[in-house]
């Protein structure tokens, strides 16, 4: 299976369909509510893929060239930007669509939580504290030279920053749509890990037995493969549910909004529109 073949059939194809579904939901006029209308949805979509290409390029081409993860070159275009083909890059734009595309369409169809965070106030330090040992324990891992652990360490190293400042910045509204993330997280991350597993399978790509940890999910699929889907899902759902929020919006100092957020309205105003 060629990358582009297999980016055509588990990632565009049910794009088409998920957009066709969106296009069916704006006909009928289902709007997105009120708790996440605070930014067009089209430009919050387009806002991960810049972020995802900008913040997962190095990375990725650090994992092409020290070994971590290979590809056949038979099975690609050949286009190489730095150590990555475009089908990379590709993908890159592909899954935030594809995962942001599901997200708002169940969005349009859950019922929202208006519960709020439970009153424990040292709910949100301990989750940072949790996720900040992690990432120093994957870092030990790196300067202790521990092989096997490179490829999960990485991920994390690379992931666990910014998911931190989401939890810091949002846990509360994140919290009251936990019905919305984990039912975006879900079937989209063990669809992928499926694809995933396939792709492997077939030799699209490979990841390096020796900096992984070689623990296999259906015997095919490394569980760091399913970890790094696990976490860009994260970063991605949470992310689009924090920008979304209209009470994000009253986070960000006034003077920093007015000069990215130009044209947005206020709160009440854009709660009005769901």
Do not use: C
Not at 170 to 195: E, F, K, M, S
Request: avoid cysteine; hydrophobic fraction near 55%.
């Amino acid at each position: 299976m060629t990358y582009f073949g297999f980016l055509a059939q588990f990632l565009l194809i049910p794009i088409l369909l998920l957009a066709l579904l969106t296009w069916y939901d704006l006909r009928r006029g289902l709007a997105l509510p009120g708790a996440l209308s605070g930014w067009p949805a089209w430009k919050v979509v387009l806002g991960h893929i810049l972020v995802a290409l900008i913040y997962t390029t190095p990375w990725d081409n650090y994992l092409v060239a020290t070994g971590v993860w290979s590809y056949d070159p038979h099975l690609v275009t050949g286009l190489v930007l730095g150590w990555v083909p475009i089908e990379e890059y590709t993908f890159f734009v592909l899954q935030p669509i594809l995962t942001s595309l599901w997200l708002l369409f169940l969005a349009r169809r859950l019922p929202g939580e208006t519960r709020p965070l439970p009153a424990k106030r040292q709910l949100r330090p301990s989750l940072l504290l949790g996720v900040g040992w992690v990432w120093l324990a994957m870092a030990a891992i790196l300067i202790a030279g521990w092989q096997p652990g490179t490829y999960l360490a990485l991920i994390l190293i690379w992931a666990l920053p910014p998911l931190m400042l989401q939890i810091g910045f949002g846990a509360d509204i994140l919290w009251r749509q936990r019905r919305l993330v984990l039912w975006t997280l879900l079937p989209v991350t063990l669809y992928l890990g499926q694809a995933d597993a396939l792709a492997i399978s077939s030799g699209t790509w490979t990841i390096d037995p020796a900096q992984s940890l070689q623990l296999y999910l259906g015997g095919v699929l490394p569980v760091e493969e399913f970890i790094f889907f696990l976490m860009t899902n994260i970063l991605l759902v949470l992310g689009v549910v924090l920008v979304l929020s209209p009470e994000s919006q009253n986070r960000v100092n006034p003077q920093l909004r007015a000069l990215i957020l130009p044209g947005l309205r206020p709160r009440e105003d854009a709660s009005d529109r769901g």
